[in-house]
Nanobody, 124 residues
Framework: QVQLAESGGGLVQAGGSLRLSCVVSGLPFRDYAMAWFRRAPGKEREVVATITMRTGSATYYADSVKDRFIISRDNTRNTLYLEMSSLKPEDTAVYSC????????????????WGQGTQVSVSS
């Protein structure tokens, strides 16, 4: 059974930082591209960042988070990370991780496996 479990969300003041984690089990983690998505209240889900399989040599970021967020992976721990800094109130959303064999599927907004999400709230 494939499971993706996010953690690390919370309430933070604007300008603060958080690190999200996504622990994956039930699939060969290193052979999957990974992504972070978010859904803000009243808005559609959007892709935040993606990372390619294995070495994670290629990453993609939405313009809204570029230079503030960093996606990374630790294949020895089957864990995906999202380091978020300089947080803004508009970053408030439920953040979910997703896995797929093909990174372009994730960049298109789809994915084979999904986590339940973790709430990030940024106060002004």
């Amino acid at each position: 059974q494939v499971q993706l479990a996010e953690s690390g969300g919370g309430l933070v003041q604007a300008g603060g930082s958080l690190r999200l984690s996504c622990v994956v089990s039930g699939l060969p983690f290193r052979d999957y591209a990974m992504a972070w998505f978010r859904r803000a209240p009243g808005k559609e889900r959007e892709v935040v960042a993606t990372i390619t399989m294995r070495t994670g040599s290629a990453t993609y970021y939405a313009d809204s988070v570029k230079d503030r967020f960093i996606i990374s992976r630790d294949n020895t721990r089957n864990t995906l990370y999202l380091e978020m800094s300089s947080l803004k109130p508009e970053d408030t959303a439920v953040y979910s991780c997703a896995a797929d064999r093909l990174v372009y599927q994730l960049q298109r907004g789809t994915g084979t496996y999904w986590g339940q999400g973790t709430q990030v709230s940024v106060s002004s």
